[in-house]
């Protein structure tokens, strides 16, 4: 079995699986799909990016909205690939999903919006706490 690993823009790497161990192979396997899948959203965002700033570019109002920038496909992107794209993008449930996860990043706690604190102090929390030790 021999499976070819691409990644974008860092070029082709080769990988010949077929004097591994079955374990071994499985876990390279699971390994190979679980970063697929990070790299297959990445294509998506920097396509998607890419889009929505030649429209703006175009003096297009509106650029951000689906309606607008699906004329713009890029040349790398197959007809019906991009067209099953826009089906997903422009679903409820992707529309759903989307409007839930911004909502969920942008929750107030302590007096201000929290982004990757990693266990941080919030900076309004730090000033609440620094004026009732004045």
């Keep these: 079995m021999s499976i070819t690993l691409l990644r974008g823009g860092c070029g082709k790497i080769t990988r010949q699986l ?3 161990e079955n374990n071994t192979r499985f ?3 699971k390994i190979y799909v ?3 899948n ?3 959203r990445d294509f998506w965002y920097v396509a998607q990016k890419r889009v929505k700033k030649t429209a703006r570019d175009r003096g297009f109002q509106g650029w951000n909205d689906v309606a607008v920038w699906r004329d713009f496909k890029p040349i790398y992107i197959p007809e019906d690939i991009w067209s099953h794209y826009l089906e997903h993008v422009t679903s409820e449930r ?7 996860s911004v ?5 107030p706690m302590h007096g201000s919006v929290i982004t990757h604190t990693g266990g941080s ?3 309004a929390a730090h000033v609440k706490r620094m004026v009732r030790l004045i």
Excluded at 94 to 100: K, P
Excluded at 103 to 107: A, D, L, P, R, S
Aim: charge should be positive; charged fraction near 15%; hydrophobic fraction near 35%.
């Design 38 to 40: 990070f790299w297959l």
């Design 27 to 29: 876990f390279l396997t």
């Design 103 to 107: 909502g969920n990043q942008n929750w």
């Design 121 to 123: 102090v919030p900076f």
């Design 34 to 36: 679980s970063k697929s």
């Design 18 to 20: 077929d004097n591994i």
């Design 94 to 100: 992707f529309t759903r999903r989307s409007q839930s």
